[in-house]
């Protein structure tokens, strides 16, 4: 459930959705959220740069990707 929520976060952080909205709670989140959900946050930040039209439901996609453990 951690890891969901970990997930989301990052979505939401990197999507300016939510409370993410607001460029002040962006800054706030950065001294406040783990280092993982903030790496994963600027990998789905630089998808949404290089491929513009992306949408939300493919940033939650790959930002699970992004958080599953190696094998």
Avoid: C, K, N
Wanted: proline share 6%.
């Amino acid at each position: 459930m951690q890891q969901d929520v970990a997930t989301w976060l990052a979505v939401a952080l990197a999507a300016h959705r939510g409370h993410y909205a607001d460029p002040a709670a962006r800054e706030e989140a950065t001294a406040l959220l783990p280092a993982r959900v903030l790496a994963q946050a600027a990998l789905l930040s630089e998808l949404t740069r290089l491929v513009p039209g992306a949408d939300v439901a493919e940033l939650s996609f790959v930002a699970g990707l992004i958080a599953a453990p190696a094998l």
